[in-house]
């Protein structure tokens, strides 16, 4: 039962464009909400986090989006950069934050 | 400034060997976990600790143990290497003062392949 889902597995943006990756979740005693970004041979590292009492944080180019009666989050890069290729990952915690359930990500690939 | 630091990350284990992947942190968090990613999947939870001596299961405990003897190392035992566990292994910790939203910092990771 995949409580975050991230229903693209890839996504092909060029340079300068807006790249926006969705994540969908079932479970609705999830109260914080992260993205993290992976590069090939290395852990994951935190990118973004946002809060349910919130619907929008920014951090930079990258911006993050709960709608919480549709249970859908999004991420948005503006401008995407080629450094910004890698795989993100969604991920979910209720109000105790004990535990983190991690969506089966999106591999971005930001054309020069 | 070593963060997580997981030994060792490359590993190959015949079934019914047993080994143990290494992890420990500089940071002084108090929570540490253990996470399994197969391809083209998520991060699936094995084991995760909130402080030295306290560890509890998570999605995928089967097949694995673990200990939290000090604050700094979180090791993850195999006993019985099987192909299921053919998987690339991260560890990581947060620090968590209390209950709410916490950032976890992962290690690189141990590519385990079981034949």
């Known amino acids: 039962d995949q409580q975050v889902k991230q229903n693209s597995p890839s996504l092909s943006v060029q340079e300068g464009r807006i790249s926006i990756l969705n994540c969908d979740y079932t479970n609705s005693m999830f109260d914080y909400f992260l993205w993290y970004k992976k590069y090939p041979a290395e852990g994951p590292t935190f990118l973004i986090s946002?809060?349910?009492?919130?619907d929008k944080n920014e951090d930079g180019r990258f911006t993050v989006f709960l709608n919480k009666s549709a249970k859908h989050l999004s991420l948005h890069i503006v401008p995407s950069q080629p450094g910004d290729s890698a795989v993100y990952f969604c991920a979910a915690s209720d109000r105790s934050g004990d535990k983190l359930t991690f969506g089966t990500g999106t591999r971005l690939a930001v054309r020069p | 400034n070593a963060g997580v630091t997981q030994t060792p990350k490359f590993r190959i284990l015949k079934i019914g060997q047993s080994m143990t992947l290494q992890c420990t942190q500089d940071m002084n968090h108090n929570y540490m976990y253990w996470y399994r990613q197969d391809p083209g999947m998520g991060l699936k939870l094995i084991y995760y600790s909130v402080g030295a001596g306290i560890t509890d299961k998570g999605e995928v405990p089967n097949g694995y143990n673990v200990s939290r003897s000090t604050t700094e190392d979180f090791p993850l035992r195999l006993e019985l290497a099987a192909p299921s566990q053919t998987s690339v292994y991260f560890c990581?910790?947060?620090?968590?003062?209390?209950?709410?939203?916490?950032?976890?910092?992962f290690g690189q990771g141990t590519r385990l392949t079981v034949v």
């Open positions: 946002i809060s349910s009492i919130k």
């Open positions: 990581a910790s947060s620090y968590k003062p209390g209950p709410g939203l916490s950032s976890a910092f």
